[in-house]
């Protein structure tokens, strides 16, 4: 039987993981007092102009590993890579479904906004609630507007998360990175050693 507290599922590229998904994970753990909260990076993300992403899937996963591995209530996943081919969360979530029967799917208000345009919304919105990052640049009216949108349409359920607003992104890290730039204020001292060792992102 399936018992215990809702586990968060953090879904994404993480190309590279950097503070704001660690920061993200922390707020909900706390405020929606989840069992844990698992990382799902994405084998191949359909939403994504470069599918492959520009480092390969176990630079990715283990770039992940070294970011949580202090917190026991973090843990990361290789589901999607064990489905290949497109990532699709509505998959992934029926797929854990199996195993939890209570869970909260992570993200940011960006992603939030554009839910009902993902592959089978109705799925993720069946299978987990939907925990929404709300940072002090986002529009609340939208949102709200959003949150009774999907409430009507798929039965929804939203939990926002109180954020501080991070202009932290993958792509100004990586960008940082081939111009030599340092990025040590912005992730985890393990996973600028991990990009330094395996030389990622500068070419």
């Known amino acids: 039987m399936k018992k215990g507290r809702a586990v968060g599922i953090l879904g994404g590229t993480f190309d590279p993981v950097h503070n704001a998904h660690i920061d993200l994970a922390k707020q909900a753990l706390e405020e929606l007092s989840l069992e844990k909260v698992i990382f799902m990076p994405a084998y191949i ?12 899937y176990f630079h990715r996963y283990n ?4 970011a949580i591995g202090h917190c026991s209530q973090f843990d990361v996943s290789q589901l999607e890579y064990e489905l290949q081919g497109n990532s699709y969360t509505a998959r992934t979530l029926t797929i854990l479904n199996e195993k939890y029967d209570d869970m909260v799917f992570i993200v940011g208000a960006d992603s939030y906004m554009a839910l009902d345009t993902w592959y089978h919304p109705e799925v993720i919105f069946s299978k987990a609630r939907i925990a929404c990052a709300v ?28 954020m501080g607003r991070q202009d932290i992104s993958s792509t100004m890290l990586r960008e940082m990175i081939l111009s030599g730039e340092d990025i040590s204020d912005f992730v985890p001292l393990e996973v600028r050693n991990y990009i330094d060792g395996h030389g990622l992102y500068r070419s």
């Open 63 to 66: 770039m992940v590993k070294c």
């Open 135 to 162: 940072r002090d640049d986002v529009d609340l009216d939208a949102l709200s507007a959003k949150s009774d949108y999907f409430m009507t349409k798929y039965n929804g359920k939203t939990d926002l998360l109180h």
């Open 45 to 56: 993300p359909p939403h994504k102009q470069n599918k492959y992403g520009t480092a390969d």
